[in-house]
């Protein structure tokens, strides 16, 4: 009968020592770990599945990207014109990414959705439901369209007397089989 703590590490030797992601919300330093991630995945021992390292990636960036998208506040409506950009915090809530986590962002989401399609349309998805991983792909850049549209808020508050050509509802028919998912897609 074994510890937990020695079970916890000979699960991290057998999947090649890949650290955990951050998690303190920090754009470039979750970017930084996971291109790191992704060479370890590369190179790790022949004794570690590659499908698990590769899903083991996509969902810690889900949960990454959910958490931020989890802090923009709930407008579903349109709202009244804003001529004096001080008012922005006020009408839109804090600001979520900065300017340059937007450009850090869109090569995650990049990243993201490259490994997803490689793994959806290879044979490492054999068992995986390959509704939901297309489902998640869309939410990953659905929630990256949503902070880039509340930074420009901020940026341009104009912005919020008009609508975009996206409609949320439109998501209700993606596949999400966790709660983190759901939760996100009901944000």
């Not at 990207?65 to 407008?75: H, N």
Request: hydrophobic share 45%; glycine share 6%.
């Amino acid at each position: 009968n074994r510890d937990l703590s020695a079970i916890e590490r000979l699960q991290l030797s057998n999947i090649g020592m890949i650290e955990e992601p951050p998690a303190d919300g920090d754009v470039t330093r979750f970017t930084v770990w996971a291109g790191r991630s992704l060479k370890a995945g590369e190179s790790t021992i022949a004794t570690c599945d590659p499908a698990y390292l590769t899903r083991r990636w996509l969902c810690a960036v889900e949960t990454f990207v959910y958490g931020l998208a989890a802090k923009l506040p709930l407008i579903r409506h349109m709202m009244p014109v804003v001529i004096n950009s001080d008012q922005s915090d006020n009408l839109f809530g804090p600001i979520v990414i900065n300017d340059a986590d937007v450009g850090t962002l869109y090569n995650l989401v990049l990243a993201y959705v490259a490994v997803s399609s490689s793994f959806r349309e290879g044979q490492q998805s054999a068992g995986c439901w390959v509704t939901n991983i297309k489902s998640r792909e869309i939410l990953v850049s659905w929630c990256y369209f949503c902070m880039v549209h509340h930074n420009a808020l901020h940026q341009f508050p104009l912005l919020g007397n008009y609508s975009v050509g996206l409609d949320y509802a439109d998501l209700q028919h993606l596949v999400m089989n966790d709660m983190n998912a759901r939760f996100t897609l009901n944000h």
